[in-house]
């Protein structure tokens, strides 16, 4: 698999609440990876919205849920203060270590687990080069004030034209709408 199919989400979606869940469900998919921010959270956010909880505690009745984010220990805590799931600081996405932890803590197995995420270079391809599926969402707020984020993003525009060029119908299918949304 080159680069850029690992860059290419098996399924992208507006946002967390548009998800076909029940259907992950009948994939046989038990367990979700969510990011943090510019998923289930603004970047400029502290705590969780109230409708991002309520479909959070839905989720937890169905799926072991988590959260593998990499940001900072005190971030993710106070985000997730008012919700009972386990989490990952630092995970250094795109590297394995931060998934592979994650599999561990809830002993679940790859196949059974899908990683949902607004980015590309470190959701998507993490996801990818670690063995799991993997869903692409637009960003709650494309801004973010992490300097390694607007990084990430300079590539990703790279990434996204070269798999525009190289594989046009699955760009149609499964980027273009993420493009245009931003
Ligand atoms: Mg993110």
Redesign the pocket.
Same mark, same amino acid.
């Given at each position: 698999m080159s680069i850029y199919q690992k860059c290419i989400p098996d399924a992208y979606h507006a946002s967390i609440f548009e998800i076909p869940y029940q259907q992950l469900k009948e994939q046989g998919i038990k367990s979700l990876f969510f $990011?943090? $921010? !510019? #998923?289930i959270i603004a970047?400029d956010d502290k705590e969780l919205k109230e409708k991002h909880l309520e479909l959070m505690r839905n989720l937890k009745k169905e799926f072991s849920v988590m959260v593998i &984010? !990499?940001t900072n220990y005190k971030r993710v805590a106070l985000a997730l203060n008012q919700l009972n799931v386990p989490f990952i600081w630092h995970a250094k996405k795109p590297l394995k270590f931060g998934f592979h932890k994650g599999l561990k803590k809830l002993d679940t197995k790859k196949e059974e687990t899908i990683i949902i995420? =607004?980015?590309l270079m #470190? =959701?998507v391809f993490g996801a990818h080069r670690f063995g799991i599926r993997s869903i692409l969402v637009a960003?709650v707020k494309r801004k &973010?004030d992490r300097k390694i #984020?607007q990084f990430n993003r300079k590539i990703e525009a790279f990434i996204l034209k070269k798999i525009a060029k190289k594989m046009p119908k699955l760009y149609e299918e499964r980027l273009k709408v993420y493009v245009e949304s931003h």
């Open positions: $990011d943090l $921010d !510019n #998923t970047y &984010s !990499n995420g =607004d980015q #470190t =959701d960003s &973010s #984020t």
